[in-house]
């Protein structure tokens, strides 16, 4: 069976400084693996998508990066947050065979 | 511009009565489109989900009707229960990107 598995839980962090995420799969070979973002009380963004190591796409400009240094590891990151950076951080990947799109648990952060 | 808009904001029933949420879209070139459900501090997890080439899929007490000339999709729930209380966000894809509805906060009331 595949897990996902984010981390960390939750972070506070104050504006201007450096963020990273991480999203780890196991149990699924080269899988896409996904960003997404939700405002809390708000819809969900997708952020970026990585079919395969070293490549990934950016869907909106939110001051964010990503990278996938591994087939089972996808990482968002930024050297300097922004209040509006603050929200639920979700990482998620795709059952092609089922056309399913599983997220992990999430990243809260809030940004002070 | 908002790709896919969802409404209502918010919608509440009593217990056993159809909940109807509803759904619209511009592009046609999506191809899946999928309603997720989100409880209060958890991830969103998919419900049920339909390809363009159907107009109606079933799955027990959830049922989406989708109307393709029309660009509109719905999710109706059948029987309302307290437990299906939640936010409901119907999606569209393109591609590697899905696009996802502002969401309905559904209440059901027993």
């Known amino acids: 069976a595949q897990t996902i598995h984010q981390w960390p839980v939750a972070e506070i962090k104050a504006v201007g400084s450096p963020l990273s995420l991480g999203c780890t799969i196991k149990?699924?070979?080269?899988?896409?693996l996904y960003w997404y973002w939700q405002a809390t009380g708000g819809t969900l963004q997708q952020l970026f998508y990585?079919?395969?190591?070293?490549?990934v796409e950016s869907v909106v400009q939110l001051n964010l990066s990503a990278s996938r240094p591994k087939d089972d590891q996808f990482i968002l990151s930024t050297e300097k947050l922004l209040l509006s950076h603050s929200g639920f951080y979700l990482c998620?990947?795709?059952?092609?065979?089922?056309?399913?799109?599983?997220f992990g648990a999430g990243t809260r952060l809030s940004v002070l | 511009q908002q790709q896919v808009r969802q409404s209502p904001q918010s919608l509440t029933v009593w217990e056993g009565e159809t909940a109807i949420l509803n759904c619209s879209y511009e592009?046609?070139?999506?191809?899946?489109f999928p309603w997720y459900h989100q409880f209060p501090g958890e991830s969103p997890a998919l419900l049920i989900a339909?390809?363009?080439?159907?107009n109606k899929k079933e799955d027990g007490r959830f049922t989406i009707f989708f109307n393709k000339r029309e660009k509109k999709f719905s999710l109706h729930i059948a029987d309302s229960q307290p437990g299906d209380s939640a936010t409901y966000f119907c999606?569209?894809?393109?591609?590697?990107?899905?696009?996802f509805g502002s969401g309905t906060k559904l209440t059901v009331e027993p």
């Open positions: 149990g699924k070979s080269s899988p896409n």
């Open positions: 339909i390809r363009p080439v159907s």
């Open positions: 592009d046609s070139t999506f191809d899946y």
């Open positions: 998620a990947w795709i059952d092609n065979s089922q056309n399913t799109l599983y």
């Open positions: 999606a569209a894809r393109n591609y590697n990107v899905l696009y």
């Open positions: 990585s079919i395969t190591v070293g490549q």
